[in-house]
C-alpha cells in the first residue's frame, strides 16, 4: 500500500482524510449521543477543486443533546440520499472518526446503513457487502 495518506479514493467518506488531519488517536473527535435535530442533504461541485466538474452529495447533520449541539457533514457520490432513512427527532450516536451517525432503533428498518462507506445493506447482514466493515445492529 504505497503513500495510502495521499492516494484516497474521491467521493467516499473523508473518515481517512479525517483521521491523518486530526492526528489518530489524539482527535478532539468523541463519540456523542442525542437527538437528530436536523438532516439536510444538497448536491454540488466539489467546493476544494473549483475547477472539477464531478458533483456530490453533502449531508450535514446536526445532533442536540442537552445546550449541546454538533455538526457532522458526510460527502459522498450524488445517488446517495440518507433524508429518507434518517427522521427529524429520532435518537442517533455519532461515533468518533465517522461522519455518518447511527440510529439507536432499527427494529422497523428493512435495510441497515453502513456508517463507513454510505451504503444501504440488508439487516441479515453483518458486514457491508462494499467495504467489508461490520454494520452496527
Request: hydrophobic fraction near 25%.
Amino acid at each position: 500500500m504505497r503513500g495510502a495518506k495521499n492516494d484516497l479514493e474521491e467521493g467516499f467518506s473523508t473518515r481517512a482524510k479525517t483521521y491523518f488531519r486530526k492526528g489518530g488517536l489524539f482527535s478532539k473527535d468523541k463519540t456523542f449521543d442525542g437527538e437528530l435535530k436536523s438532516l439536510r442533504r444538497v448536491v454540488r461541485k466539489n467546493a476544494e477543486n473549483s475547477g472539477s466538474k464531478k458533483h456530490y452529495s453533502y449531508h450535514t447533520f446536526v445532533i442536540k443533546k442537552g445546550g449541546k449541539e454538533m455538526t457532522y457533514v458526510f460527502k459522498g457520490h450524488p445517488e446517495i440520499d440518507f433524508t429518507q432513512y434518517f427522521k427529524k427527532g429520532e435518537l442517533v450516536r455519532h461515533h468518533a472518526g465517522y461522519e455518518i451517525p447511527e440510529k439507536y432503533d432499527k427494529t422497523e428498518d428493512d435495510e441497515i446503513l453502513c456508517i463507513i462507506c454510505g451504503e444501504f445493506s440488508p439487516v441479515d447482514k453483518n458486514q457491508c457487502p462494499y467495504c467489508g466493515g461490520v454494520l452496527l445492529k
